[in-house]
């Protein structure tokens, strides 16, 4: 097999790669022609926004993003725009939408951007992140659907990603047949590549229909365990804003309510420097197109309009991965009476992880009715959970609470309110035995210059609700209580600080913690913005988390605190409309609760190349190199990647990591996107472990997407 030579490592590797890229750049100069550049460079400021504490690098933002782009595509009318149109732009805060609706009432309709300057809240760098998204318009915009309306107006998107590890892994090596059939997970049964597909028509909010397949790499294609071709295939049907209909979806869809302590499928995000982050913005039911097997509904859903009244009902019928423990072979067809727990990763690469696949069903159904009435919003949410299985009980006694039923019926109160410069907004919620959950929090704006947020919640040791993703510490919302406080101060038009102070509790035990706990973080980032081309933020960030710690010399388990500490510095600067740089220097430290330290750095420089000549294409490089003492004090961070993927890796051990990314638009219609990256390890000489382990010392992957538009 083919194997890349390249070590990002060594000196003279390094000046190979770096004469490569210029040498390119140079010759797409010549003979290239300029890329619109404004859309990537916002929609890379959003995701980093939001996925700074995310700290996971599988993550998959096509759904947010896709929205971005629909909105850079068709942008929002500011003078006929909704709270709810208003909401779909992320970054801005619910008083900045109150006070654009109120300087509209007040003063008539919008005449220029520029005037968004004068009201309370906006200033320049806000305006500059919002004009790719919205326009000024005083027509009243009316689309009468038609055949011609359609094709006019509507958009396809059409594009396939090939991805793939280039070094040979264990997984995919000769074996003998006989130690394989001793040993079926030995080996992955499919080839390496991943491959993507995705085809979406869309017009306006008034509908959209598609259809997504995936195959990961380890799986089949065609072959016996995937005789359909692609691992994963998702489509949906919807269509909105028709008289009392206000939405209706048939296939794949998300479903948000409240504040995600009910009900919430779909990426939610969790604390950021954002004051807005601590508040969730449900979208009620969207059209899913993502690549998560799992975290999704699939049947029907549908929104009427009443006036102030919205009622939404759902039900979806499908099957997820688990891990069986019990099965009934009395039946004519076998099947699953007992789990242990659910799978979430969607590989089915080995014959362990196909038993696993749509190992048992799940049923959900239920309704949410919402009032809104001028600044003020209420809802009601019941929902019904139904799996094909019972869950098993739980050896492990921090989970001891969780319920052994296949059957759920949780009941959610949520609101939402503004009064003046305060925003208020929670969710209590109630399951059938008892076991209840709530969260309360606030936004308060003193003035053009200080905003405070503070979030109150209470989530009961025995409270498990099997779709809620409320805001918290934990990934599930249970066993937890805590407070937290926000800060976004500004001083003149240069300088910003933010902060968050974060107080939680477990009053039972959690994985890795045989006792009660407590902890706290702590993150500060101070940013100057001497110009709109320079920008400027240094960030200080503490966790400390209770953490099991073993006593060799008593050969006992005690519980102890492990605090980490982080230290950034970074600087975006654009030189020209053509060519800009981005630097950062990070330090992690560790304290171990045993008394051991570690300790961790990570630098990178960004190039970002957009030259100015009539061709469509763009150039980004990226040189990093890192030294950690392990994982535990491993850095995270965001890299840029081909349009609808993303890359959040972290940065452990010791070596260098390295991307080129080469963008070029083929028509008006189409663009190509070939990404490459390696990580090279200094200090190791394997790579990943059990499949997925590589004889070496590097880690290269290509990537290639292929998109179609009209």
């Known amino acids: 097999m083919y194997r890349w030579d390249i070590n990002l490592g060594n000196e003279s590797e390094m000046k190979r790669l770096l004469s490569l890229a210029l040498s390119l750049m140079l010759f797409l100069s010549v003979f290239g022609q300029r890329v619109d550049d404004a859309r990537q460079s916002s929609f890379d400021q959003v995701i980093e926004m939001v996925s700074e504490n995310l700290e996971a690098e599988e993550l998959d933002f096509t759904t947010f993003l896709e929205d971005l782009n629909d909105l850079y595509d068709h942008p929002i009318n500011l ?147 995937q005789p359909k071709g692609f691992d994963y295939y998702s489509a949906h049907f919807y269509i909105g804003n028709r008289g009392i209909l206000k939405q209706a979806i048939i296939g794949d869809y998300q479903a948000q309510f409240g504040q995600g302590l009910t009900f919430w499928t779909g990426l939610a995000f969790g604390k950021s420097l954002e004051l807005g982050s601590v508040k969730r913005n449900a979208r009620e039911i969207t059209p899913y197109t993502s690549a998560d097997e799992n975290n999704f509904m699939r049947g029907a859903a549908a929104t009427l309009e009443f006036g102030p009244v919205q009622v939404t009902s759902f039900f979806s019928y499908k099957n997820v991965d688990a891990n069986i423990s019990a099965l009934d072979t009395n039946d004519i067809e076998i099947r699953a ?91 209590s919620s109630l399951r059938y035995d008892g076991a209840n959950a709530w969260l309360n929090g606030a936004i308060l704006s003193l003035n053009r210059s200080l905003d405070l947020s503070l979030l109150h919640r209470d989530f009961s040791p025995s409270y498990f609700s099997p779709r809620s993703n409320a805001f918290g510490e934990g990934s599930r919302a249970t066993n937890e209580k805590g407070l937290f406080f926000g800060m976004d101060a500004k001083f003149g038009l240069r300088w910003r600080l933010k902060a968050y102070y974060d107080l939680f509790q477990f009053d039972w035990l959690r994985y890795q913690v045989d006792a009660p706990s407590t902890g706290k973080e702590l993150s500060t980032q101070l940013e100057y913005k001497p110009s709109r081309r320079t920008q400027f933020y ?92 392990s994982y535990d004090s491993r850095i995270y961070a965001y890299e840029h990647d081909v349009l609808y993927s993303f890359s959040i890796p972290a940065y452990y051990y010791r070596g260098s990591r390295a991307y080129l990314i080469l963008g070029y638009d083929l028509t008006k219609w189409s663009d190509l996107t070939l990404r490459l990256s390696q990580t090279y390890f200094a200090n190791r000489d394997v790579v990943g472990s059990g499949l997925n382990e590589i004889d070496g010392s590097t880690r290269t992957e290509i990537k290639l997407q292929y998109r179609l538009k009209f």
């Open 79 to 225: 003078n006929r725009a909704r709270r709810e149109d208003l909401r779909k732009l992320r970054f801005l805060s619910e008083f900045q939408i109150e006070a654009l609706i109120q300087h509209r009432a007040s003063t008539g309709n919008i005449l220029s951007l520029y005037e968004l300057q004068g009201i309370e809240g906006f200033d320049l760098y806000t305006i500059e992140g919002l004009v790719p998204f919205v326009k000024v318009s005083g027509s009243l915009e009316t689309h009468q659907i038609s055949w011609n309306e359609l094709k006019r107006e509507g958009s396809h998107t059409a594009f396939v990603r090939y991805q793939q590890i280039v070094e040979p892994m264990e997984g995919f090596l000769p074996i003998e047949d006989s130690v394989l059939q001793e040993n079926p997970n030995r080996r992955y049964v499919g080839s390496k590549p991943r491959v993507y597909a995705r085809y979406r028509y869309r017009y306006l909010d008034n509908i959209s229909f598609g259809v997504t397949m995936e195959k990961d790499a380890g799986e089949e294609f065609f072959g016996s365990t």
């Open 337 to 427: 009476t007992e789990f242990s727990s659910f799978q979430s990763s969607g590989i089915h690469g080995t014959r362990a992880q196909l038993e696993d696949k749509d190992a048992i069903s799940e049923m959900n159904t239920g309704a949410h009715v919402r009032f809104i009435q001028d600044n003020i919003q209420i809802g009601m949410t019941g929902v019904y959970t139904k799996y094909g299985a019972e869950q098993g009980v739980n050896t492990s006694l921090y989970r001891q609470f969780e319920p052994v039923s296949n059957e759920f019926l949780v009941f959610g109160f949520d609101y939402q309110f503004n009064y003046r410069n305060l925003l208020g907004f929670g969710e």
């Open 538 to 629: 240094v960030r200080y960030r503490i966790e400390d988390k209770a953490r099991n710690t073993t006593l060799p010399e008593k050969n006992t388990t005690q519980i102890g605190v492990r605090s980490r500490q982080w230290f950034r510095l970074n600087s975006q600067f654009t030189l020209n409309k053509t060519l800009s740089f981005r630097n950062r220097l990070e330090v992690v430290l560790v304290d171990q609760p045993n008394g051991e330290n570690e300790r961790g750095w990570m630098m990178y420089q960004d190039v970002v190349w957009k030259p100015m000549w009539p061709a469509k294409y763009q150039v980004k490089v990226r040189y990093a190199i890192f030294d950690t003492d």
